[in-house]
């Protein structure tokens, strides 16, 4: 056995279902939908092996954007070219978005989500148990040496206890991983190594998608006279731009102007967004398209609503597009220069510990309905209400645990066990 796993690659048709899938299933945020997307591309069809998932996921942690959603057309351009990452990126996000857009119709409609949330509310416990898994195995695969542990762990600390950023966390993982690696070092450059790509070729991508991208958004202004739908467009090409650190960057900044300066959404409407977000397949940075829809329908009514839910969309995720098709033709070139391959093999162990603050979190989160943040000047720790543990759903994901971990039960089965007993438990009150 090589110490590359031979990859396998799959028919157009069998790779659009299969991200057909992922957009339906992936809910709970960005960790839990890497965490799927290992387990369907990596663990049970080896589209990429190991190697080359690790260093993309390395890479689009480096990118502005929503880190998943960017992996996904990653990887559809690695199979299957500029039409594979079409069809990974807009399958990833399209079944999150209709329905969000549902929700949308429905919460401003009836003000509820009713049993569609008690749903949801189910999936997210066996969320938590798909993350579990991509973590431990994630840690298994980048995690060799024991400052790559050490790498991890202060990542986690200095994320979750000390509250540093997210950019400032993988830039010193980055350098010090350039640093640690001479720069005589010649054995993992390989001789086939592939040559840097042509400037003119990324010059001539980068224009296309750029006019793709801010061509609608000017016609909105200048032609047609929408100006609070290009106004929605600015603001989210802003967001696109000057957010790193994956969706709960993007959201701690959007929450913020979106209620104290644009006055779109109140804080209520706005935590409600956040809500649905949480308990929908697709990207957690779908919340944009909730601002965009309830700020379009209350200004001209429901079709003046969907209208500002797709510029929402538009500018938040056709850059991730830009990112991928423009950069990641450089990534093959880059993983076969030492100080840069040791660079990216330390961004990944400090990955391992943000995705394990982000499991914590999310877990803390669902498991109890209060949560305190002991505040220590320089250190802030969420500590949980242990009286308000949720029994609901802390059984329903001891449930999960054992049939995903014991019975080995398929994901689709899983996730629509969970969803059934979100369901019931929405019926049956635990004194």
């Known amino acids: 056995m090589g110490k590359i796993t031979k990859t396998v690659r799959p028919s157009l048709v069998e790779s659009a279902w299969i991200w057909g899938k992922v957009g339906l299933l992936s809910f709970g945020g960005p960790t839990a939908q890497i965490a799927l997307m290992h387990r369907l591309i990596i663990a049970e069809r080896r589209w990429l092996n190991e190697s080359q998932f690790l260093n993309?996921?390395?890479?689009?942690?480096?990118?502005?954007?929503?880190?998943a959603m960017q992996l996904a057309i990653y990887t559809g351009w690695r199979i299957h070219g500029v039409l594979g990452g079409l069809i990974a990126g807009l399958l990833f996000v399209l079944p999150g978005a209709?329905?969000?857009?549902?929700?949308?119709?429905?919460?401003?409609t009836f003000g509820t989500v009713g049993v569609i949330g008690a749903a949801f509310l189910g999936l997210k416990a066996a969320i938590v148990v798909i993350v579990l898994q991509a973590l431990i195995r994630l840690a298994q695969k980048s995690l060799k040496k024991i400052e790559q542990w050490i790498i991890a762990a202060i990542g986690f600390v200095g994320i979750f206890i000390f509250a540093l950023p997210f950019p400032l966390i993988i830039g010193l993982s980055a350098l010090?991983?350039?640093?640690?690696?001479?720069?005589?070092?010649?054995?993992?450059?390989?001789?086939?190594?592939?040559?840097?790509?042509?400037?003119?070729?990324?010059?001539?991508?980068?224009?296309?998608?750029?006019?793709?991208?801010?061509?609608?958004?000017?016609?909105?202004?200048?032609?047609?006279?929408?100006?609070?739908?290009?106004?929605?467009?600015?603001?989210?090409?802003k967001l696109a731009v000057v957010t790193f650190g994956g969706a709960y960057a993007v959201l701690a900044y959007m929450a913020q102007?979106?209620?104290?300066?644009?006055n779109w959404l109140t804080?209520?409407?706005?935590?409600?967004?956040?809500?649905?977000?949480?308990?929908?397949?697709?990207?957690?940075?779908?919340?944009?398209e909730f601002v965009g829809f309830l700020a379009g329908f209350k200004t001209g009514g429901l079709i003046y609503g969907i209208f500002g839910a797709a510029i929402a969309l538009w500018?938040?995720?056709i850059p991730c597009f830009l990112w991928i098709f423009a950069g990641a033709t450089y990534l093959d070139w880059l993983t076969q220069q030492p100080r840069l391959s040791g660079a990216l093999a330390s961004i990944m162990a400090a990955v391992v510990g943000v995705i394990a603050n982000?499991?914590?979190?999310?877990?803390?989160?669902?498991?109890?309905?209060?949560?305190?943040?002991?505040?220590?000047?320089?250190?802030?720790?969420?500590?949980?209400?242990?009286?308000?543990?949720?029994?609901?759903?802390?059984?329903?994901?001891?449930?999960?645990?054992?049939?995903?971990?014991?019975?080995?039960?398929?994901?689709?089965?899983?996730?629509g066990i969970a969803g059934l007993a979100g369901i019931l438990s929405s019926v049956i009150t635990i004194p």
């Open 56 to 67: 993309a996921l390395s890479f689009c942690m480096l990118l502005p954007g929503p880190e």
């Open 98 to 108: 209709l329905i969000m857009l549902g929700l949308g119709f429905i919460y401003v």
């Open 176 to 237: 010090y991983g350039f640093a640690s690696i001479s720069a005589n070092t010649k054995e993992a450059l390989s001789p086939t190594a592939p040559a840097l790509p042509k400037a003119q070729d990324t010059i001539k991508t980068v224009s296309i998608w750029i006019c793709l991208w801010w061509g609608p958004l000017l016609a909105l202004d200048l032609i047609v006279g929408a100006p609070l739908l290009a106004q929605i467009g600015y603001f989210f090409s």
């Open 257 to 262: 102007d979106v209620v104290d300066q644009l």
């Open 267 to 288: 804080p209520t409407e706005m935590m409600d967004g956040l809500g649905l977000a949480e308990t929908t397949p697709g990207p957690l940075i779908l919340v944009t």
């Open 315 to 317: 500018a938040t995720f």
């Open 358 to 415: 982000l499991f914590t979190w999310f877990a803390l989160h669902l498991f109890f309905d209060k949560t305190t943040t002991v505040d220590l000047n320089i250190a802030q720790i969420l500590v949980p209400n242990f009286t308000s543990l949720d029994l609901q759903v802390t059984s329903i994901a001891i449930i999960c645990g054992w049939l995903a971990l014991w019975l080995h039960v398929g994901l689709f089965w899983l996730l």
